[in-house]
C-alpha cells in the first residue's frame, strides 16, 4: 500500500500541510527501494504544481523514477517568473523544490518543451504515468475595440519583463506617459502597479532586472489607475497587497466614497476569509487616515487610484491612428451580485493600458483533451485520460496562490499513486524517449543560479538574472 493522505504526509515530513511552503521534504527515498523495476513517471513543468506533485509520488513511491521536463533551461515557473520581486519570502519554497529535484529517483531536463522537443505519445508510450503542469503562460483578452493599439498590452509582458523571462526583455513597455491604466483588480494588477510606482532605490534590493530598473529611470508615470468591474466588495486582490499599496513611499492612494457607500451595511456579511481585506478597503475609501499618513500622503508626488465599477468599452488611437490615448469606459451600476452597464461612460487619457484580467493556459499538444473556452486542459480531479494527468493552473485555471496550487497538486500526486496500486507495465521511461542533446540538467541549473548570485554581488544586488535561453546555454557551456 502505497497511498499517503494528506495528513499522514504532513506528520511524515514534521511539518504542518497548511504551511509547507518552507518545509524540509523528507529524506524518505534517499536509501530505501531500488527504482529499476519501479514505475517510471513523467512530469512535465516544473513549476510548483510539478514540484509539489513529484514531491508527494517521490514520498509514495520510493521505487518510482521520476524525470521532469521544463521547457526553459531553468526551474520554479512563475515562482521565478511571476512572483513579484520584492515579495522575496514567497519564493522561500524554492528550498523545498532544491530539495525534491536533488533526490535520487527524480531528474531534471530543463530546456524541453512539451510540443516542440517531445509529444504526449512519445510520453505514453515511455512512461506509466505522465503527469502534465505545464501552467498558464498566454493571457485572456478583452474582445474590445482598439485592442490592437500600440501601447495596448497585458500585465503578463510587464510582470515578465520585471522578472527576467526570457523574450520578454524586447516588449516595448512605453512609461513614457503620465498615467497607466490597468484593467482588472487582482493581485497581479495590484503587483503590477507596485512595480511601476516603487521607487528605484528600494527595488534594487529585490531580484528585479536592471533592464526593469532602466525603464524606471525614464519613467513619467505619475498615476497609476486600477479599473475594477463590479464593486468594492468584490475586489480580487488580498489584504496584504492592499496594506502595501497603502504603505508605498511617494505614492497617495486615491478612493472614491460614492463608490463604497452604498455597500457599507454589508461589509459585516461578509465570510470570514474576505472580511479583513474589505474591512480595511472601506476604512480607507471612507475615513479619514491618521495626521502622520495624511502629511505623506499630501506629500506624495504619485498616485494609485482605485475605479471601481467601471468597465472597458473601446480603446481610442491618438492623432498617429496608431498607438492607444484614450480609453473609454462605461459606468455600471450592481444589482445584487450582478454587474449592470448604465448608458453614462467616461474617458481616461493614457499612453499605456495593461490588460490584467487573468492568464490562459494554451493546448500544448495536440492530442491533450483540451477546453479552449476555459483555458484548461480537460480533467475530473486532475486525471485527463489512462495514465494521463494534469496538475496546477493547466488543471485548474489560472487562479490560486502557490499554497492552493500545492494543495491540488498533492491531491493528483495521490490519485496516480492511487491509480499505479493496480499495478504497472514495466515502461522504458527516458531510455525510451528520443535523445535530448540540448536538454539542461539540475546541475547546469546550480551553475548559472550561482553566476547570478556572483554577477549580483559585483554590482550590489541579490542577482542578476540571465534573461535570455541562448545566453544561459552558453553560459553552461562556459
Ligand atoms: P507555473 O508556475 O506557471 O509553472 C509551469 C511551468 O511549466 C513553468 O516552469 C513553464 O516554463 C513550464 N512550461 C510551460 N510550457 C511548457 C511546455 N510546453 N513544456 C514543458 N514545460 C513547460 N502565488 C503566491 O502564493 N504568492 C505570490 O506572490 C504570487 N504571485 C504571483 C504573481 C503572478 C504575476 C502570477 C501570475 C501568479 C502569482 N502567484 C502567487 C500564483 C502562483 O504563481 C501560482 O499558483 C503557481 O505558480 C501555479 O503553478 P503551476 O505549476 O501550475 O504553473
Ligand atoms: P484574478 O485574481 O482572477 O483577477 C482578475 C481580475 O480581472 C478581476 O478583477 C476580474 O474581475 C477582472 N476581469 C476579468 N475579466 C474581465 C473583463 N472581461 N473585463 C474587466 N475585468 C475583468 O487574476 P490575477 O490577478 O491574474 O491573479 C491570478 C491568481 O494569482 C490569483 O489567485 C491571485 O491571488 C494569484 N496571485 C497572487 C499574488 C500574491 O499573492 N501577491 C500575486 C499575483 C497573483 P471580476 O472579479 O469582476 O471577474
New binding site residues.
Given amino acids: 500500500m502505497h497511498r499517503v493522505s494528506g495528513g499522514v504526509f504532513a506528520r511524515l515530513c514534521g511539518s504542518r500541510i497548511s504551511n509547507q511552503l518552507n518545509e524540509n521534504v523528507c529524506n524518505y527515498s534517499r536509501s530505501l527501494v531500488s527504482p529499476q523495476n519501479g514505475p517510471k513517471i513523467a512530469v512535465v513543468g516544473a513549476g510548483p504544481a510539478g514540484f509539489y506533485a513529484a514531491q508527494h509520488i517521490a514520498q509514495a513511491r520510493p521505487d518510482a523514477t521520476i524525470d521532469i521536463y521544463e521547457k526553459l533551461p531553468v526551474p520554479f515557473g512563475l515562482v521565478r517568473f511571476g512572483v ?1 520581486p520584492d ?1 522575496p519570502d514567497v519564493k522561500k519554497c524554492i528550498s523545498t523544490f532544491n530539495k525534491t529535484a536533488e533526490l535520487p529517483n527524480i531528474t531534471f531536463y530543463g530546456n524541453t518543451a512539451l510540443g516542440r522537443d517531445i509529444s504526449l505519445k512519445q510520453l505514453k508510450q515511455c512512461y506509466n504515468s505522465v503527469l502534465l503542469s505545464y501552467g498558464a503562460e498566454e493571457d ?1 483578452r ?1 474582445g474590445i475595440p482598439g485592442e490592437h493599439l500600440k501601447n495596448v498590452t497585458a500585465a503578463r509582458s510587464v510582470v515578465s519583463m520585471y522578472n527576467g523571462l526570457p523574450g520578454a526583455q524586447g516588449v516595448e513597455i512605453n512609461l513614457d506617459t503620465e498615467t497607466v491604466v490597468i ?7 495590484v ?1 503590477v502597479a507596485r512595480l511601476i510606482l516603487t521607487p528605484i532605490d528600494v527595488l534594487r534590493k529585490y531580484d528585479t532586472t536592471e533592464d526593469w530598473l532602466e525603464k524606471l529611470r525614464s519613467s513619467r508615470v505619475k498615476r497609476v489607475v486600477l479599473i ?3 464593486g468594492p466588495l ?1 475586489i ?1 486582490f ?1 489584504v496584504k ?1 492592499l496594506r502595501e499599496m497603502l504603505k508605498l513611499e511617494n505614492v497617495r492612494p486615491v478612493f472614491h466614497k460614492e463608490q463604497y457607500l452604498p455597500f457599507k451595511e454589508q461589509v459585516a456579511k461578509q465570510e470570514r476569509g474576505r472580511k479583513r481585506v474589505i474591512e480595511l478597503l472601506f476604512k480607507s475609501a471612507l475615513t479619514e487616515p491618521e495626521p502622520e499618513t495624511a502629511e505623506r500622503w499630501a506629500r506624495a508626488e504619485k498616485e494609485m487610484e482605485l475605479k471601481l465599477l467601471r ?2 468599452l473601446e480603446f481610442l488611437p491618438g492623432r498617429d491612428g496608431k498607438s492607444v490615448e484614450k480609453i473609454k469606459l462605461a459606468v455600471n451600476v450592481m444589482k445584487g451580485d450582478t454587474v449592470m452597464e448604465t448608458k453614462e461612460t467616461e474617458e481616461i487619457e493614457t499612453g499605456l493600458v495593461l490588460r ?4 490562459k493556459s494554451i493546448q500544448a499538444d495536440k492530442d491533450l483533451p483540451f477546453n479552449d473556452k476555459k483555458g484548461v486542459a480537460k480533467n475530473v480531479d486532475g486525471r485527463v485520460s489512462e495514465g494521463v494527468y494534469a496538475a496546477g493552473w493547466l488543471a485548474t485555471g ?4 502557490i499554497v492552493d496550487t500545492m494543495g491540488t497538486a498533492f491531491k493528483i500526486g495521490a490519485n496516480v499513486v492511487a491509480d499505479l496500486e493496480k499495478g504497472h507495465k514495466e515502461n522504458p521511461g527516458r531510455s525510451g524517449m528520443p535523445s535530448l542533446p540540448k536538454s539542461t540538467s539540475w546541475k547546469d541549473w546550480r551553475k548559472l543560479e550561482k553566476i547570478e548570485m556572483e554577477a549580483g554581488k559585483l554590482i550590489g544586488r541579490p542577482k542578476e538574472k540571465i534573461t535570455s535561453v541562448s545566453e544561459m546555454l552558453s553560459k553552461i557551456q562556459s
Fill in positions: 513579484a515579495h485572456q478583452l484593467i482588472g483588480i487582482g493581485n497581479v494588477a503587483d475594477g468591474r463590479r468584490n480580487s488580498t497587497e468597465s472597458p490584467s484580467i487573468g492568464y489560472p487562479r490560486g496562490v
